[in-house]
């Protein structure tokens, strides 16, 4: 297909980063690999035909108004969802594992590591298009994430929250025996199977091909998992402390002249909730 023909299309669906926007401090989004500058929409290009646009589109619309504004801005913790639901967690896969291999094609010097790949985003995009009636292997597991009050454990980064209820991110992640794509949502976080030598004990995840509900229940990450999270929260400081110091006084200046609209946003009641949690320690 000619680029003409291909519409430019988020990666990460364009509701979440409206609504990163919306919900900040001072209406700007910040890219992690463009810090210094502030950005009035999220990753696109040019890589979607209209009908498969229209497809995930609508797929989005659903999850949007029955689950994602829900959770976000209302506090639900519960909600039924039909088969536009599995639709859309294995969009957000394909869409993840298409733009990771676009951004990092010496990663797949590895033939193997190809070969799985290969398999993974095109029964994707076979289930998306209606080749395929099941995801089979590739499981999606939606994990809804809250803010954390209070734990026995001391090894929480101080950012937690702030990692939680706020940033987006793309990866593809695992080990020689284990491979997921995760995909990133402010208050969710979804895993697409690639590979799993046993996803039982991360059924309760599991996104059902028809219909299921979403609600509080015991969740469980694979082995090794937390740590990666872990990780990825303790760059939340560290993006913020590569921040250019002249953008930093702008944006104290900002605080101090808008106090009623900073209170009210979201990002800066998860900055509070790791505030809470974590008192000073959020600072280093």
Known sequence: ??????????????????????????????EKNEVHKRAQDIAKEHWLCGDCEQLFSGWEREFANKVFYPFVNEGKSVANYGNWMSKFCASLSWRTL?????????????????????????????????????????EQHLFPLEKIESTDSHDLPPSINRYFLRIMSMDIVGNSTDQYIFTKLPSFML?????AKNVKPMRSSRI?????VLSPREYRWPDGFASYIFEKADEVIELHQSI??????????YIQENPEKVIKSKQFQAFLDDYERFGDDVFS
């Open 98 to 138: 298409t733009y990771i291999r676009s951004k990092n094609p010496n990663d797949e010097n590895d033939e193997e590591r190809k070969v799985l790949l290969d398999a993974a985003q095109e029964h994707l995009r076979k289930y998306l298009v209606g080749e395929s009636d099941n995801l089979n292997q590739y």
């Open 244 to 253: 250019p110091q002249k953008h930093l006084d702008s944006f104290d200046k």
């Open 191 to 195: 895993l697409g199977v690639i590979k």
């Open 1 to 30: 297909m000619e680029n003409d023909d291909l519409k430019e299309s988020h990666f990460i669906p364009k509701f979440v980063g409206k609504w990163i926007k919306k919900t900040s401090v001072t209406g700007y989004i910040r």
């Open 208 to 212: 059902a091909i028809n219909s299921g």
